[in-house]
């Protein structure tokens, strides 16, 4: 396992405490593991499958590759609907057919123009599918059967950066139910130039468009549909895709290298010294560590020593709510529950005892009392 005390130091400029070659050795390990796995799982199968790729021969065709960071506290407060990306040096996705849609701010032509700029690359124009406008897709695209149709028409989707935050009110849960085609942020404005190190501030101009140059567009539609994208939860653990099964354990291994960094860096906070493990996983085999801490608490203060006074009176205030009911979380005071009363037992009243002889000559009686009934029916019936 690779050494981890660096994460004791308390620096946040720290160095990246992940080793390389631990990195690369799990990469392999995990790779070997998933190709073996594939292929006996081809052996065992009772039919062939059809649709395999022919020039796969291990069978792990575009099966992902999985980064899995642990944090001692949560990775975020609240749920983000806004996805960060991490850029990497292997793009995520080099589908040559992939579809690309592009919402930006007002107007839509000043940025269909860059597209179909000779600036702009020719082969990256062919997946540019649609560019459009926040307020033309709220307009077009308000019922629920237009929303589906734009979402299985486009593989990916980017979002200008000055209006994302608009779109989960728009687009709703048709794409933001799950994280799978949420829209990415993309920075499409004009670049604020520098003097002294300063940025200058921007002159607004009714008439000219904030936009970028062509080349600038192309660059940031390349960088954001190959990067690994980060949605944050209030949760520990964080996972993130970096790769597939059909790369080699060098190219998955600089990936590692390049998301354990910066996302510590930029997302996590405390930054290192929050960090509890990072593993590498297939999605049907087990998580391979790539880098343990050495530290299981984030302050020294969360640790507290057995037989101390801090540790007893943990102790009694859990024995002490045991048969209790919660009234706040605030520190107000606890009620007790109340306890039900015990029904106070009633005597049962005595039945009387039975008596033969008076309950045959009720039944006499009646039976007498029958027959002079049908006797007097019978004689109004003969006059």
């Not at 926040?134 to 308000?142: D, T």
């Not at 608009?166 to 849960?173: A, T, V």
């Not at 829209?183 to 190190?197: L, N």
Request: charged fraction near 30%; include cysteine.
């Amino acid at each position: 396992m690779a050494p981890s005390k660096t994460v004791t130091l308390r620096s946040e400029t720290a160095v990246t405490p992940v080793d390389p070659d631990q990195t690369l050795k799990a990469s392999k390990a995990l790779l070997a593991h998933m190709k073996k796995a594939s292929k006996e799982k081809a052996a065992n199968a009772e039919k062939k499958d059809l649709l395999a790729d022919p020039d796969d021969e291990e069978g792990t065709g575009e099966l992902p590759i999985w980064f899995t960071l642990t944090t001692k506290r949560h990775i975020a407060e609240s749920r983000s609907l806004k996805p960060g990306k991490i850029v990497l040096p292997h793009p995520l996705n080099t589908d040559p057919e992939i579809g690309i849609c592009l919402i930006t701010a007002e107007p839509q032509r000043a940025y269909k123009n860059l597209v179909a700029s000779e600036e702009f690359p020719a082969e990256l124009r062919k997946k540019v599918t649609r560019v459009i406008d926040v307020s033309k897709l709220k307009a077009k695209f308000k019922a629920y059967e237009a929303q589906r149709k734009l979402y299985s028409e486009h593989d990916v989707f980017l979002g200008d950066s000055r209006i994302i935050n608009r779109l989960p009110g728009i687009l709703g849960k048709t794409f933001y139910k799950t994280t799978a085609k949420r829209p990415i942020p993309v920075e499409i404005q004009a670049r604020v130039p520098k003097t002294d190190g300063k940025r200058v501030k921007r002159t607004k101009d009714a008439e000219t468009v904030n936009a970028c140059t062509p080349v600038q567009l192309a660059g940031e539609i390349e960088r954001a549909v190959g990067a690994a994208l980060v949605n944050l939860s209030p949760t520990v653990n964080t996972a993130l895709r970096v790769g597939n099964a059909n790369w080699t354990a060098e190219q998955i291994a600089e990936n590692v290298d390049v998301v354990a960094k910066t996302l510590v860096e930029k997302f996590v906070p405390g930054k290192w010294k929050n960090v509890k493990s990072i593993y590498i996983k297939g999605p049907e085999t087990a998580a391979l560590p790539v880098w343990l801490t050495d530290e299981l608490w984030l302050d020294q203060k969360d640790i507290v020593a057995d037989g101390s006074e801090e540790a007893k009176a943990i102790m009694s205030g859990e024995k002490a709510n045991i048969g209790k009911k919660r009234k706040s979380l605030e520190g107000q005071p606890e009620a007790a529950e109340p306890v039900a009363k015990k029904a106070k037992k009633t005597k049962a009243a005595k039945l009387p005892e039975s008596d033969d002889t008076k309950l045959d000559k009720e039944i006499a009686d009646r039976k007498a009392a029958l027959k002079k009934q049908k006797k007097a029916a019978k004689k109004a019936l003969e006059v």
